[in-house]
């Protein structure tokens, strides 16, 4: 059974950081691509960061770029998100998918339950 289950959500002040956790189960951890998802109230869903376990590769949205970082830690079949310089429209509710395709295609085929990260000003 694939399992992923993120971490490290908390409430933090513009300018600080975080870092999610998303440790997964249930399936050969370098086949498939973990993808960071995003979504604040009553906005739609939106892809964050991803990273291809196979080889590394590693995709933002432009939002981001600079001040997030996706890595992975094979051995311990977890991915991190590094969120520096947070900014209040940082705020929603993060999961982590997993991808089967391998690719980050922006989607996900198995999702966690979610870490709530609120940036106050």
């Known amino acids: 059974e694939v399992q992923l289950v993120e971490s490290g959500g908390g409430l933090v002040q513009a300018g600080g950081s975080l870092r999610l956790s998303c440790a997964a189960s249930g399936f050969t951890f370098d086949a498939y691509a973990i993808g960071w998802f995003r979504q604040a109230p009553g906005k739609e869903r939106e892809g964050v960061s991803c990273?291809?376990?196979?080889?590394?590769?590693?995709y933002y949205i432009d939002s981001v770029k600079g001040r997030f970082t996706i890595s992975s830690d094979n051995a311990k079949n977890t991915v991190y998100l590094q969120m520096n310089s947070l900014k209040p429209e940082d705020t929603a509710v993060y999961y982590c998918?997993?991808?089967?395709?391998?690719?980050?295609?922006?989607?996900?085929?198995?999702w966690g339950q979610g870490t709530q990260v609120t940036v106050s000003s």
């Open positions: 998918a997993a991808d089967v395709s391998g690719y980050c295609s922006g989607y996900g085929d198995y």
């Open positions: 990273i291809m376990l196979s080889d590394g590769s590693t």
